[in-house]
């Protein structure tokens, strides 16, 4: 069994967050009506130029700590920047796979769309109440860190309102 603590630690990221919320802007911005496969192509593609950003600037900034005397370890950088950046593929992982669903046929389209809209919103929430977990801490804690975490979803569900 998983300790709420590692469970923490491991998917309370700023790189887990903030790719829940760009993947729901990217399928909230896609258009709807150019088809599923449209939008999951947009999203993937759009999820790996971020990924390979991440990592190119978790690279660079790595090189920060060193000082002037040490030399460049790219290949240590790199590995450190993969794991940092790890969130933001976590992130695209639910969203996508509503989307092959609807790629299948196994729902409509429009289904597939939204359902990979909303479980950004559900996951963010997830998270939020995993993050205020900890002793001393009162349940409405968890229940408005969750609610606080899912509204960045909701933002981009509005966004797809506004847009479309």
């Given at each position: ?78 590995r ?32 597939a ?37 899912a ?14």
């Open positions: 069994m998983v300790s709420e603590r590692t469970l923490r630690q491991t998917l309370v990221t700023p790189e887990l967050v903030s790719g829940i919320v760009l993947v729901s802007v990217f399928v909230a911005v896609a258009d709807q009506n150019d088809g599923v496969l449209d939008v999951f192509a947009i999203t993937v593609v759009s999820v790996l130029v971020f990924w390979f950003t991440e990592v190119f600037s978790h690279t660079v900034a790595e090189q920060r700590r060193r000082t002037s005397d040490d030399s460049v370890d790219l290949g240590k950088s790199l450190i920047a993969l794991a940092k950046s790890r969130g933001f593929l976590f992130a695209a992982i639910l969203p996508t796979v509503f989307l092959v669903i609807g790629l299948f046929g196994v729902n409509e389209g429009i289904v769309y939204w359902a990979a809209l909303w479980v950004g919103v559900a996951s963010l929430a997830v998270i939020g109440w995993i993050a205020f977990e900890g002793r001393g801490n009162r349940w409405y804690w968890r229940v408005g860190g969750a609610l606080a975490t509204c960045l979803g909701l933002m981009a569900v509005l966004l797809k309102i506004l847009v479309h």
